[in-house]
């Protein structure tokens, strides 16, 4: 079993999660590679019961058609709850990437089938992706989203047909072979396979075929290839026939590399790399888990080229400014909550349950402008300056930040660089130590870890270093 | 709604990669914190966003169709209730049309030449969704997909300019300024004296003596050399460049004297208050920064269904009172007084504005009550 250091162990709980407390990190290391990853992807054995009772007390969905206590600021909020407080990260982390595949929003869809939808991708995040998919493309939100609901006989709608294809499943080149995966035609042959799929329009609101609906004549699909078939092919037939092709297995992998690994190239190397985990999927039944699994236990994920070499998503920055610092989200409740998280994060260019478009966000430099950077430095400002403990909102208590300073300054601004990275950060090491023993005037002063220099300059000492441009890299 | 040709569909919320194109903030070639002299060939163009639906029949209203009057028993207007609050007429000329009683002020610029009205822009099977009918409008395109009109434009003629060569006032960027090379910078108003003052590089508002302290670090970690090319170069530049903009825009604006007074202390509301402070925001910024020219500003609440006339006082059934009217105010108050501050700054005539709203209600009042 291949060791894991401290950093490695950081690396992976900052990608399977969100990041965490020195505790965190030290029990994941004592796991060894696969036993950490073992601990994190079998995450149905962690205990979540505290999580599950916040949630208890703090939201009440019991009633959709209440839209005081459920609508779409209250199923952010619910989300950035459980993210910030569960003890299984990647569960979060894991339907968040669900999330930014199957891209599905509010501007279009309303809140009752987007809290389902999120509900289902939990739950089903880890199996089979036949299933997943199966599940995905039956559920309201999606038959919403891609006017699925108007595909019918006679008079087919492709926008699910298309984007099942080039955005969920195989994308339109294959991402090893360069070969086109599906033509026009095939386009129109699939959504004519989907017509007549609907949902109940009264509770529960569940997958039902509108048979009268269905184009039952035959349909022929990747003719000329060798998956070429043609029979009166049903929306599932479709469905399991994508999830076996290798393209579809190259294309997901592309996708996990791409949000927990590192930037993809069109390299025949990184090729290579999709191509050899793509046959994990191909060889194991389809099974996300086990994809997972061997991406995750992988010496790519481990490699020096993995570590910092994406730009967080405004979820990872703010969620992991609070778990890693230990910091608090209170959520508060439906009669007073914070929507703090969610606000900020939406300022920054992400807001939950409202990506984009159906390609979900934009990645790494994407996220990089003098607009959204200016909100990032401010979400530290806000979060460190806030000394309201009592009410809702973000906040780290003095208590929390003295327990990580030391006596000498250096030493304190190596702590606090290791606590939210662990950060290598050069220079800026020397200018952070300037700061903590300079004056209001500008003056040198001693350096002192009582509690006014608490207050006063290791919040600033965070403050800036949530500001380096290390701090946004993951 | 991205959904009917995605292929076509570049990134939305005004993130643009770095890579692509860094804003080049305006750089003081013109002193800073000082009005600029009057150009005549300056062209600026001012867009107000009625937001939620603005009832486009009880704003121009079509007092003389019968039609209009037997769809509209209870919040329509008859000739003889088209009168601002000091009694004079708002008939426009001897057209079919008066404004709403509640937009003396803009009646008064129609009177003076200044104020035209356009009817009955839309397109074939207008979209009843809030959401994608702002995207349709936004977009210039009926599947609502892609980037904004004005960000189009944008991305044509504002590359290389300064980076507030376009501004949006508002709670977030809206989609009308959504584009691929330019990043359009929003500022969201901060209410009180200086609503400038949330669009800065923040720092502890309890230690105000540490703030050089924090500007120093800030700008020094921000300003070191990373790999050409890499995400921290990236992250570097633009981080230093936010920063740097929004102090150049903050100091700018300091050199702006109002030409007109903005109504304060929520009379006559709130919402007039807030909006037009909004449009002072521009005007300030128009008159200090040379190459500010496109500017945008959103006032919301339109969409008040059966809120639209009256109070609980008159059993909601005074026109002159309630939601629409209360919205209508602000809208005339704030573009007249915003009108009387550009005239005083001397580039009233280089300045076009425009109201846009997704859709109107329906004529029958039923249906929107």
Known sequence: MASLSYDEGAHLLRRAGFGGAPEEIDDLSARGREGAVDFLINFNQIDNSAMETLLATSFDFSNFADNTKFNQNEIRRWWFTRMTATKRQFEEKLTLFWHNHFATSLSKVQDTFMYTQNVLLRNNGLGKFDDLLLKVSQDAAMLIWLDNITNVLGKPNENFGRELQELFTMGIKDVVTDEQNYTEQDVKEVARAFTGWNYRRQSPFVFQLNASQHDNGSKSIYTGTPWAQTGNLSGEDVITMISARPATARYLTWKLFNFFVYPVTTSSADKATIDKFAKVYLNNNHSIKELVRAIFTSDEFFSERAFFSLVKQPVELTVGAIRMLGGTYNQGTNARGSNTLSQLSRNMGQDLFAPPDVAGWDPNLAWVNTASMLERFNFANTYLTNRNTTNPGIFVTNDQLKSITKASSKKTVKKFLSRLGPLSVGDALGTLRTYLETGDNGQPVTYVNDDPTVDKKIRGLVHQIMCLPEFQLN | ?369
Request: proline residues 5%.
């Open chain 2, 1 to 369: 709604m991205a959904i009917n040709r995605r292929q076509f569909i570049k990134r939305s919320a005004g993130a643009v990669s770095v890579s692509l194109i860094m804003p080049r903030f305006w750089m003081g070639g013109v002193a800073q914190g000082q009005e600029i002299a009057a150009d005549p060939n300056r062209k600026i163009f001012v867009v107000i966003q009625l937001g939620g639906g603005n009832d486009g029949l009880n704003t121009v209203v079509p007092y003389t169709d019968s039609r209009y009057q037997t769809l509209r028993p209870t919040i329509g207007f008859k000739d003889t209730e088209l009168k601002d609050e000091t009694g004079a007429s708002t008939i426009l000329g001897n057209t079919s049309f008066g404004f709403n009683p509640a937009m003396g002020e803009l009646k008064s610029l129609y009177d003076a030449g200044k104020v035209g009205v356009v009817l009955g822009v839309s397109y074939a099977n207008p979209n009843l969704s809030h959401f994608f009918a702002t995207d349709i409008w936004s977009t210039a395109n009926t599947t609502g997909a892609g980037n904004g009109w004005l960000g189009r434009y944008a991305d044509q003629k504002l590359l290389g300019k300064s980076g507030l060569s376009a501004v949006s006032i508002g709670s977030s960027l809206p989609k009308a300024l959504y584009a691929d090379k330019i990043v359009v910078p929003n500022i969201t108003p901060a209410g009180g004296a200086d609503p400038f003052v949330n669009y800065a590089f923040q720092t502890d508002a309890r230690n105000i003596g540490d703030k050089n302290n924090q500007l120093n670090t800030f700008k020094a970690n921000n300003t070191r050399s990373f790999p050409t090319g890499s995400f921290g170069a990236a992250l570097a530049e633009a981080g230093f460049g936010a920063e740097e903009g929004a102090a150049q825009l903050r100091t700018a604006v300091q050199g702006y004297t109002p030409g007109a007074t903005y109504p304060t202390n929520n009379q006559p509301s709130a919402t007039a208050v807030s909006f037009a402070s909004a449009l002072k925001m521009v005007a300030e910024i128009i008159t200090t920064i040379p190459d500010a020219n496109l500017l945008y500003v959103q006032l919301g609440g339109f969409d008040h269904h059966s809120q639209e006339i009256g109070t609980a006082a008159d059993n909601f059934r005074d026109k002159t009172k309630g939601q629409h009217a209360t919205l209508l105010k602000a809208l005339s108050l704030g573009v007249k007084t915003f009108y009387d501050d550009l005239t005083a700054h001397g580039i009233a005539d280089n300045v076009v504005m425009m109201t846009w709203s997704e859709f109107g209600p329906s004529p029958i009042e039923s249906e929107n009550m």
